[in-house]
């Protein structure tokens, strides 16, 4: 069945490198991908979104690359820091609507 | 976390009970969700709301209802609480033209025995 999903379960970096989190989807219809943050014992937290014209959107440290020849979506933390350390969970906006399909997860820990 | 609370916060009940959980938002938002999270499933939408009164089933809406008779409040209630539905379940809100960006509560941890 259609689905997002994440390649790794966790991902461990060193602080100040860049972290590279990737997900692969299914679904080619999808109109926006969207990347949460959890933070442990906390509900989930916005970082960015991308519409799936596009291959490429930055903000704040972030970056979210869309490949959608092999339907692959990643994001890049900057200088990745002790307070990143979360779980990333990759989703998708199927219709344009208001229903958001989540992945698995990854967890990324960052090490001092 | 964005005018949200959940309550309670933490609850055990015995199979067969009927349990509600509440969410309540002060932040005005049109659209709120309840999802249920669990080890390897990531978030599953359970049942979500586009106003008073009108609500939708998610994908796992199953031995769940919602009710939501302000704008402020939205319900879910397990009827007859099942081991299955042992989980964490979080509320979410968003407004116009911010779909893809919900704000979420701090969760409810809920366990059935």
């Known amino acids: 069945g259609e689905s997002v999903g994440l390649h790794l379960p966790t991902l461990s970096v060193q602080e100040g490198d860049n972290s590279i989190i990737n997900c692969a989807y299914s679904n080619s219809a999808s109109d926006y991908f969207i990347w949460y943050k959890q933070e442990s014992g906390k509900g989930p937290q916005f970082i960015i979104d991308i519409r799936s014209n596009m291959d490429k959107r930055q903000g704040q440290r972030v970056t979210v690359l869309l490949n959608k020849t092999v339907k692959h979506l990643s994001l890049q933390i900057a200088a990745t820091q002790p307070g990143d350390s979360a779980v990333y969970f990759c989703?998708?906006?199927?219709?344009?609507?208001?229903?958001?399909?989540f992945g698995t997860g990854t967890q990324l820990k960052v090490e001092l | 976390d964005a005018g949200i609370t959940q309550s309670p916060r933490h609850k055990v009940t015995e199979t067969g009970t009927p349990v509600t959980l509440r969410c309540h938002q002060t932040?005005?938002?049109?659209?709120m969700y309840w999802y249920r999270q669990d080890p390897g499933h990531g978030l599953r939408l359970i049942h979500y709301?586009?106003?008073?009164?009108?609500?939708d089933k998610g994908e796992v809406s199953d031995g769940y209802s919602v009710s939501r008779s302000k704008t402020e409040d939205f319900l879910l209630t397990l009827e007859s609480a099942t081991s299955s539905q042992t989980s964490v379940y979080f509320c979410?809100?968003?407004?116009?033209?911010?779909?893809?960006?919900?704000?979420f509560g701090p969760g409810t941890r809920l366990t059935v025995t």
């Open positions: 932040e005005n938002h049109r659209y």
């Open positions: 709301s586009y106003g008073v009164k009108d609500t």
């Open positions: 989703a998708e906006n199927k219709g344009g609507g208001n229903k958001l399909t």
């Open positions: 979410a809100i968003s407004d116009y033209g911010q779909l893809n960006e919900q704000y």
